[in-house]
């Protein structure tokens, strides 16, 4: 029973990094941008957030660089694609495209430093528990704070004037240009904000999850997070119920050699892929739902004089 409390415990790590990432991106979806740069700016920001720690031993100050680090590239990202009006898409891969090599090429002086060991956030008590205290009271704040930030995020959108606002930006920009809303300001918001959510999941892998610097450590969970926002049909609870299972899926694998089942590696490793695919598959067999869930306006550009 041990092993299965370690189970869910990586599980909610796990999920964090995937919930934090495809919540930034449901932002930029929502206003009606699609930012295929979440790879990208996942590596620039873990290598952000660990070399922070490492110059400065505080964690603290590794979190906000990967969030200054993911702000910022999906701020360049924004002005090109809302008031340059290039594609989303091309633009997006080669944002990815960049972070990939940029932090491959300035992450080589990294590959070998270590951070300070991580302390323990064991909650009085709670974590003492049988069974249930491993699980779920042994985590970092970000953890549960992740959680926070899904539940604010579903008040904001559907409780707020503000999020109203930046749902029908998504939905019709040209209603909302009409009534004198400054569409490419909100989008431009919408999109630093998704990045710095990106930011903070990119830092998390680094300082927490794995806390070490390797060439390519985010290991495709960009990608998986842009399936989720659509696994999820684009909404937060969705996204977070999403996380933990893609989490669960990615330690599966280590669950499953742990007890010994005789199974190739590599074919553990595709569980995670092959999972996305699969869901993937099952929710375009019914396109009438998405259309039903998905922003009106994503994709699109718009042009304010025309």
Known sequence: MESYALLIAATLSAGTVLALA????????????VNL????????????GFAAVVHTGNDLA??????????LLALIF???????????YATGLAVSLFGTGFSAFAGISYVQEKIPERPSFAMPYLSDIPLVGPALFR???????????????????YRTRSGLVLRS?????????????????????????GGALCGLAGAYISIVYTPLWVEGIVAGKGWIALALTTFATWRPARVLLGAYLFGGVTMLQFHLQ????????????????VATIVVLALIS??????????PTSIGKPFYPGA
Not at 62 to 71: L, R, V
Not at 78 to 88: D, F, K
Request: glycine letters at 14%.
């Open 258 to 273: 742990g007890v010994g089942v005789d199974l190739p590696s590599q074919l553990l490793t595709m569980l995670p892929y």
């Open 62 to 71: 590794g979190f906000a660089a990967g969030i200054g680090a993911g702000a």
């Open 37 to 48: 740069g979440a790879e990208g700016i996942l590596l620039c920001s873990a290598l952000a």
């Open 139 to 157: 985590h970092h704040p970000l953890v549960y704070l992740t959680v926070l930030i899904a539940l604010g995020m579903i008040w904001f959108l």
């Open 285 to 294: 067999r019914n396109p009438q739902w998405i259309k039903i869930n998905m």
């Open 78 to 88: 924004g002005g090109l694609v809302i008031w340059l009006n290039t594609n989303q």
């Open 169 to 193: 930006v998504g939905e019709s920009p040209e209603s909302a240009h009409a009534l004198g809303y400054p569409v490419r300001l909100i989008r431009l918001m919408a999109v630093v904000a």
């Open 22 to 33: 495809s919540l930034g991106l449901l932002i930029n979806e929502k206003a009606g941008i």
